[in-house]
Nanobody
């Protein structure tokens, strides 16, 4: 069973930076892709960024393009999200996720880490 554990969330001032990490564990971990999602208070969960495990191709939500960067370390089974120029509207619980097959939904999820951006 694959387990994902996020870390790095905290309170930060607007304009600041934060780096989230997600460590994956489990037998023969080899996802098709990993991603970051977030859920702000009172809102639905939304896509933030994704990266393919083998090729490293990435994609971002329009709201974070140019500010956030997703990366992965295949040797350490980790995926990170570098967040720069943070805004109060980035405040949310951030979730790491992994999918085994490209065309299917993400099937593994972490517990989430809280990011709070103060104005």
């Amino acid at each position: 069973q694959v387990q994902l554990a996020e870390s790095g969330g905290r309170l930060v001032q607007a304009g600041g930076s934060l780096r989230l990490s997600c460590a994956a564990s489990g037998p023969t971990f080899s996802p098709y892709a990993m991603g970051w999602f977030r859920r702000a208070p009172g809102k639905d969960r939304e896509f933030v960024a994704t990266i393919t495990w083998s090729g490293g191709e990435s994609d971002y939500a329009d709201s974070v393009k140019g500010r956030f960067t997703i990366s992965r370390d295949s040797a350490r089974n980790t995926v990170s999200l570098q967040m720069n120029s943070l805004k109060p509207e980035d405040t949310a619980v951030y979730y790491c996720a992994a999918k085994s097959i490209g065309w299917r939904p993400y099937n593994y999820w972490g517990q989430g880490t809280q990011v709070t951006v103060s104005s």
